[in-house]
């Protein structure tokens, strides 16, 4: 079972930025895809961005500009970084991989607020 522990939340103005990592216990190459989902308050989960093992990256339109998925594979690590942030970015950030095609392992969470 892969282990997922997201850092880099916090509280950030209109017009920051933040870095999210997600660190996990085993090689992320091992894993089909790791991507970053996020839930607002009262809103459904959305898939923001993703990255195959291979490297190719997808990201929702609302985000398409602003944030960069990354990977540092010597530290098993995955980022979302995060740039011209709005008040509608404000969620909670899941750190998430893939195998088969199916997200299965999943991080705690981390709280993004982005507020004046």
């Known amino acids: 079972q892969v282990q997922l522990m997201e850092s880099g939340g916090g509280l950030v103005q209109p017009g920051g930025s933040l870095r999210l990592s997600c660190a996990a216990s085993?090689?992320?190459?091992?894993?089909?895809?790791m991507g970053w989902f996020r839930r607002a308050p009262g809103k459904q989960r959305e898939l923001v961005a993703t990255?195959?093992?291979?490297?190719?990256?997808n990201y929702a339109d609302s985000v398409k500009g602003r944030f960069t998925i990354s990977r540092d594979n010597a530290k098993n690590t995955v980022y979302l970084q995060m740039n011209s942030l709005k008040p509608e970015d404000t969620a909670v950030y899941y750190c998430?991989?893939?195998?088969?095609?199916?997200?299965?392992?999943w991080g705690q969470g981390t709280q993004v607020t982005v507020s004046s």
């Open positions: 998430t991989g893939a195998r088969a095609y199916t997200w299965i392992y």
């Open positions: 085993e090689s992320i190459l091992n894993i089909n895809a």
């Open positions: 990255m195959r093992s291979a490297g190719s990256t």
